[in-house]
């Protein structure tokens, strides 16, 4: 496989660096009465890919567009690679952005829109080696019209690519693919990141199994400031607040009466069906596999609905009734008055557990 010159050193997703490339410091913007970003930080990694993820409105897009220079914050800093340029046009920031829509010239072919991100005068050398990475070598004569949906973003990232920035930005770049398209850019951005060729990349997506394929961290934001910020397996394993845990992981977490003033909620892959003490009525079976096995949403005697996960040779018909236990460490727990996580012992958990149970 033909590679760029001066390669990126190869990035081992288990050892990051830890000098920072990015960091935003206090990101403040508003819209007449809308407060869209609201006190930001945000730190990205050397080899890290970090994801802002959330809900339409809550300020990713707003946060990315700052990072870049093309929406002026009303407070705080941008710093890259150690130089704050708070301050500079976009130009002189060194990033290259990566839109949904791809923002290719239709009047140009595929090497001339590659070439645009190429400093004026400099050598297109370039084009042909980046192209080849991105699988694109042979359309690059061919005009946006007469390339498919998925060829047209790989043409925008080889745009990004080429110029070799400090910093690669991506504001939903998979997002009017459809799922097959998506799922093969995902796995491609991943390579050129294994491969070293993609530089440190802040990505901005509303799917949460984009964010959780593809980054090394995710930034969960809502409502104008950054939620929680960590590892897929720190925001699915320790997330910080109920509503985050609710809105993060697939399928849905179930969540069971308050006690005490404590909510418990525990992941459908978590429970096991066949024993345990808590009872419950199947309403319905998905019609849809889960990861080969089926998804079932029953009912508890309590009222509440609770998802499990069974084999699919052993699929329960709907009024019937089974039990289902967890084990007290995979349980979740939150203060009812606000939502905020609630770190409890394990042998706390497991007699908490045991009253809501039994």
Known sequence: MTVLSEPRLSVDQGARGT?????VSSATKRFGQ????????????????????GASGCGKTTLLRGIAGLTALDHGDVEIAGR?????????????????DGALFPHLSAADNIAVGL???ADRTAVQPVAELLQIGDLLDRRPSQLSGGQRQRVGIARALVRRPALMLMDEPFAALDADLRLELRREMRRLHRLGELAETVFVTHDQTEALGIADCIAVMRDGRIEQQGTPTDLLDSPATLPL?????????????????????????????????????????????FAGNWLVTSRLARGA????????DHVPVAGAKVVVSCSPDRVHTFRDSDGSRLSLTSSEKTAFWNEVTS
């Open 19 to 23: 000098d920072v490339r990015l960091r």
């Open 34 to 53: 809308v407060t869209a970003l609201d006190s930001v930080d945000l730190e990205v990694r050397s080899g890290e890919i970090v994801a802002l993820l």
């Open 84 to 100: 704050d340029v708070t301050g500079l046009r976009p130009s002189a920031r060194d990033v290259a952005m990566v839109f949904q």
């Open 119 to 121: 400093p004026k005068g």
């Open 245 to 289: 845990a609710r809105f993060l992981g697939v399928p849905r977490i179930a969540v069971l009466p308050t006690h005490r003033g404590i909510t418990a909620a525990v992941r459908p892959t978590d429970l096991m069906v066949g024993s345990g003490a808590l009872e419950a009525t199947v309403e319905t079976v998905s019609s849809e596999p």
């Open 305 to 312: 609905e609770i998802d499990f996960v069974t084999p699919r």
